[in-house]
């Protein structure tokens, strides 16, 4: 077992406050605090990618036609460049933390601050927009949309669930989210490779359905997309519990970003070939349609429901995870309160338990207030303020290259690292034009919010770095 918890020699010391060994209480491993392989956490990145949204992307952009499988490929090539930027990243600095990590080494508390506060947003609201997308899912096999509270409280037990497996150590959420990865690609891929086989071309539709230019097209289809490749980042967030991370996160993070864009384009592509179109544009299960066309009868609807409810399960698992990695990181290093750097088995048990109470009030507001567009603006939120330590991480990646703080032998990787940085910073530059209008001014909102909470920290930083008598 590789001690990767510890600072190493590359990174700057934590600022002033002395940083608690990134490993769990009690200075031991733990059997239940197991180190993630290369399979768990190539498993973490594509489970936290491919949550439920890929059981509804055929039927959303299908009023674009054909035209929209441009955009997934624009995209992808985006989000593969972002997780090489990460798996560089995560090389020279193999803390937890990602985002946070590398935008604080390169500009400072403030910017890892703003990196570490953004992050955290999007975690727990993604997992309350999550657990309410499941609840329509769990629908089909068992009633409970007939109430709304007891839709709230199901919405309540699925976000509650993954935060106990994560209670239970990191060695039961590996084993939670490789299991639930492993049982929602099945069927999955049952439709992405078996749906060419009963491919038939006439069912494509026109190539630009709604008319007007192919790049307004792309354009439009692909801000439905952005949201559903959220999560690159996964491994070099969790890099403290990742074996040798430094080989381990990159090779996880190009592997499953790749992984799961491929599912993406071939399950949307062989759904575009077995169902009709205009009988896509109108559908409510596209995958469910898919298999009844491919094999007849009417079992696809559940069979899919099922697959789509333990997919967001482990997604909802892994997120939960992440959730709290952010915010640990930073309060190590005094950016946020130290309740956060609280750990049992190897998972900050304190800042699991503050997401996964946020995001249960958030679900009862939603379920509360009975309006769903209030819900869909917060989940547009989550991909604008995940944009937040997106950039600034492509931006420590653009810093470093530039100023030559490291020695630069190889010419052709220099040259390659930023080409690669830029184009993830076009990607991510992208994701916040594909939030919209309503998304930006309610994410910056939230940013200055943390701004207030920023303040009062290094305040409190300031004064017990101050003599007893309160002068400096």
């Not at 439709?191 to 006439?202: C, E, H, M, T």
């Amino acid at each position: 077992m590789h001690d990767t918890g510890t600072v190493p020699p590359s990174a700057p010391a934590p600022q002033e406050t002395p940083a608690a060994p990134d490993r769990p209480a009690g200075g031991t491993s733990g059997r239940h605090a197991r180190r993630f392989g290369l399979p768990v956490a190539t498993a973490l990145v594509m489970g936290n990618i491919i949550g439920g949204g890929i059981f509804l992307l055929p039927a959303s952009v299908a009023p674009y036609g054909t035209v929209s499988l441009l955009a997934f490929g624009v995209l992808t090539v985006g989000a593969v460049a972002l997780a090489l930027v990460f798996g560089r990243l995560a090389e020279r600095d193999p803390r937890t933390g990602g985002p946070y990590v590398y935008a604080r080494e390169a500009f400072g508390d403030f910017a890892g601050f703003l990196a570490a506060w953004a992050y955290w947003i999007t975690t727990w609201v993604s997992n309350a927009a999550l657990a309410v997308a499941a609840v329509g899912y769990l629908d089909v096999l068992i009633p409970v949309n007939d109430h709304r509270w007891t839709a709230c409280l199901a919405a309540l037990v699925l976000q509650w669930l993954p935060a106990l497996a994560n209670f239970a150590g990191s060695r039961y959420v590996g084993a939670v989210q490789l299991v639930s990865t492993v049982l929602k690609f099945a069927p999955l891929l049952l439709v992405a490779v078996g749906g060419l086989f009963f491919f038939d071309p006439d069912n494509l539709g026109p190539f630009n359905a709604g008319g007007g230019s192919a790049i307004g097209a792309v354009s439009a289809s692909a801000a439905i997309l952005l949201f559903s490749y959220l999560g690159v980042e996964s491994a070099a967030v969790s890099a403290g519990e990742v074996k040798d991370p430094r080989r381990t996160v990159g090779r996880a993070t190009v592997i499953g970003t790749a992984g799961a864009a491929l599912v993406y384009l071939l399950g949307t592509l062989s759904v575009f070939g077995t169902v009709a179109h205009d009988r896509l544009v109108d559908s409510t299960a596209p995958f469910s349609d898919a298999v009844d066309a491919m094999f007849g009868g009417s079992w696809g609807g559940w069979a899919v429901a099922l697959a789509a409810l333990v997919s967001m399960t482990g997604c909802l698992n892994g997120w939960t995870l992440l959730s709290a990695q952010t915010p640990y990181a930073a309060a190590k290093d005094g950016l946020f309160p130290a309740a956060f750097t609280r750990r049992r088995r190897g998972v900050p048990t304190f800042g699991v338990g503050v997401t996964v109470v946020l995001a249960s009030l958030l679900t009862v507001y939603n379920y509360a207030s009975g309006s769903a567009k209030v819900f869909e603006v917060l989940v547009l939120v989550t991909t604008f303020t995940a944009t937040v330590p997106y950039l600034l991480a492509t931006a420590a990646q653009l810093f470093d290259l530039v100023s030559g703080r490291r020695d630069r032998v190889d010419r052709v990787r220099l040259v390659r690292d930023t080409v690669v940085a830029s184009v993830a910073g076009g990607f991510s530059l992208w994701l916040v034009a594909g939030a919209g209008y309503a998304a930006v001014y309610q994410g910056v909102l939230f940013l200055f919010a943390g701004v207030l909470v920023y303040a009062v920290m290094a305040g409190r930083g300031r004064r017990a770095q101050l003599p007893a008598d309160g002068r400096r």
